[in-house]
């Protein structure tokens, strides 16, 4: 396992196709560029996780998911506004094929977090839009130390220091369209 702080260094892990283990809200959370097709499909192979479940993509601010606002209501661009940057990811309508397939599932929504978290925050202000998912195999519980993510995976993956931001356990889902909370 490799600790490190330095962004560069972690952008060019990203750029490389690396992954990625940091702390969010709640758990820690395995991360790569959601638009490398090879590292997205890696982290799915190390969690054990089908890609018909999708993934969820933090950023550090509305401004990196302009291209999925475009076509929202007023209603849900304000909602989001509100309630942005926090712990809540988002279901967010992808009409357009802005993000990849390999992200979404079988979904036609992209599960959004504005992270108020400051690693995720520094990490997606230097790097752009991040895969986060829950860094555990499936039906494990998720990580909650660095420790846990090392005996997790013992593979290649760079560690990026820090603690978690207070929350229980992994975010809230909610879908912006109906309101309906998916994962509370």
Partial sequence: MKHTLNLSTIHDHLKRGGIIAYPTEGVWGLGCDPYNETAVLRILELKGRELEKGLILVASGLQQIDMLL???PLSARQQLQSACPGPDTWLIPDPNQKIPSW?????????VRVSQHPVVKSLCGQCGLLVSSSANPAGKAPALSEQEVANYFKEEI???PGELGG???PSRIIDLQSGRVVRS
């Fill in 103 to 111: 992200i979404k599932g079988s979904f036609a929504t992209v599960a």
């Fill in 70 to 72: 475009e076509g929202l």
């Fill in 167 to 169: 929350q229980d356990g």
């Fill in 158 to 160: 760079m560690i990026v």
